[in-house]
């Protein structure tokens, strides 16, 4: 078997109900044109717990699901997990293939061994901006902080300082003209019309492609990874407004569902774009193949307006509060409204102890904890005004605003109206194809715990003993 490339388009959450009816509505698309010449199967996440991109993506990049590799929140230490079930592109660099990395989930921090790699960007949870070559820092600190700024709701100011500089360097990075003028017919539609700043999220991927597509020209690494999320963000958003049918309960009014009923089709749009480009590409190197993948889905969940949800706003307060001093702790990336925190091992227990008699609306805050020192706190509790409203702290009731814990209004009215499912999609397009004989292929299915062994089966390398040794695809 002759080894090929592999360009490995991680396009989050994004299940085949999204991709199909998309291209029913567009027939001209990119995706359209390929479905017919790509292979095609359903990804299966075997995930023990709540199923959640950082713990389903660790399973795909390392093999094993997460009772394995532990990975259950943005933040924790891998430095262990690493060296047990180190992430595919290590492996892959490890034996001398060339690699690029663009924004994986925990792909952060930059690694110590980066000059090994193509480029090496890390994902948008990093705590610090430092990227291989240098010259993307520049995008990557505009990347972070817009992220940081929009982790909730979207955000409106704009970071010029760092904007600044990556207009300075906008061309050198391969940010092309048309997304400038994209972003720019954005800015002007958003002062016309104020909802429309919600795809702000969309386009701080399309900037990230960009880079991504111009670092991939330069050096051609014969693996490669972009991962994306803005499917994702949309679809958790807006499905109530793309399929009201789906819901016994519709709670959302007939004006919201007319607003918002195109905004997944707007991030499939662009997602269609990104991966036209990339075809062009593969087309042009045709050693190449294109992997689109998700690790997992989403479907319906409830369609219902919320007045605010419950965010740690002032986390200094809250933990002295709780006995913890400055030096105690240190805040961690995490996807809101979710927070976590690394805690110095000699307060461990003294928190365990508070966080487990701690209620909020009668009801125990969830947490999870590990033996380092990693705490993980849920908040998001919907509808509880936090100046009027308080906490239970081991008997005591507080108000919530002076633990730092205060209600924030949705931009949209609604926190989720979809949800994480196991199913999701992969999609293999190869150049050399003029067509799939489906007849010689009768899986439907893939386990996602198959996809790194299939990919470093494709380079020739060794299956480590952990993964499953006879993956049931070939390139």
Not at 111 to 125: A, G, L, M, Q, R
Not at 144 to 165: C, E, G, P, T
């Amino acid at each position: 078997m002759k080894r090929r490339k592999i360009i490995f388009f991680e396009a989050n959450e994004i299940p085949f109900k999204i991709i199909n009816d998309f291209i029913t509505t567009n027939a001209d698309s990119t995706l359209a044109k390929i479905l017919p010449k790509s292979r095609q199967y359903t990804t299966v996440a075997k995930d023990k717990s709540e199923l959640s991109p950082w713990i389903t993506w660790p399973t795909v990049h390392r093999g094993v699901n997460d009772e394995l590799h532990g990975i259950f929140d943005f933040g924790q230490d891998l430095t262990d997990i690493d060296k047990i079930y180190p992430p595919l592109w290590n492996i892959l660099m490890k034996h001398g293939i060339s690699v690029g990395v663009f924004g994986p989930l925990h792909s952060s921090p930059l690694p110590i061994e980066h000059e090994k790699y193509k480029f090496y960007v890390p994902d948008t949870f990093a705590k610090s901006p430092k990227c291989f070559p240098n010259k993307v820092e520049t995008f990557q600190k505009f990347n972070l902080s817009m992220a940081r700024n929009s982790a909730y709701n979207v955000s409106k100011s704009i970071d010029f300082k760092n904007l600044f500089n990556l207009i300075k360097n906008i061309f050198s990075l391969g940010i092309r003209s048309k997304t400038v003028f994209s972003i720019i017919f954005q800015l002007i539609n958003e002062k016309i019309y104020d909802w429309k700043k919600n795809r702000r999220r969309t386009f701080q991927p399309v900037l990230a492609f960009d880079i991504f597509l111009k670092l991939l020209n330069e050096s051609k690494p014969e693996f490669v990874n972009f991962f994306t999320n803005h499917v994702a963000s949309s679809m958790h958003r807006f499905w109530a407004a793309k399929y009201p049918k789906e819901y016994k309960n519709m709670g959302l009014d007939g004006d919201w569902i007319a607003r918002y009923k195109y905004e997944i089709d707007f991030s499939m749009t662009w997602l269609d774009k990104m991966i036209r480009d990339t075809i062009k590409f593969v087309k042009k190197n045709p050693e190449y193949i294109l992997i689109v993948s998700s690790s997992m889905g989403q479907s319906a969940t409830t369609a219902k307006k919320i007045e605010s949800q419950l965010h740690l706003k002032k986390p200094n307060l809250f933990f002295e509060l709780l006995g913890a001093k400055n030096k105690d702790w240190e805040d961690r990336p995490a996807m809101a409204p979710q927070y976590n925190v690394k805690i110095n091992l000699q307060k461990i227990n003294d928190l365990k102890d508070i966080l487990d008699d701690f209620y909020i609306n009668d009801k125990p805050i969830s947490y999870k904890c590990n033996e380092n020192g990693f705490f993980s706190l849920d908040f998001g509790h919907a509808d509880i005004q936090s100046d009027k409203e308080f906490a239970i702290v081991k008997g005591e009731k507080i108000l919530l605003d002076n633990l730092g814990i205060m209600s924030s209004k949705p931009d949209i009215g609604i926190g989720n109206s979809a949800y994480h499912i196991p199913k999701g999609s992969l999609i293999i397009y190869d150049p050399k194809l003029k067509k799939v004989d489906k007849s010689s292929d009768s899986k439907t299915q893939i386990d996602t715990r198959e996809i790194a062994p299939i990919i470093l089966k494709n380079f020739g390398i060794r299956i480590p003993s952990y993964m499953i040794q006879n993956p049931s695809l070939d390139f």
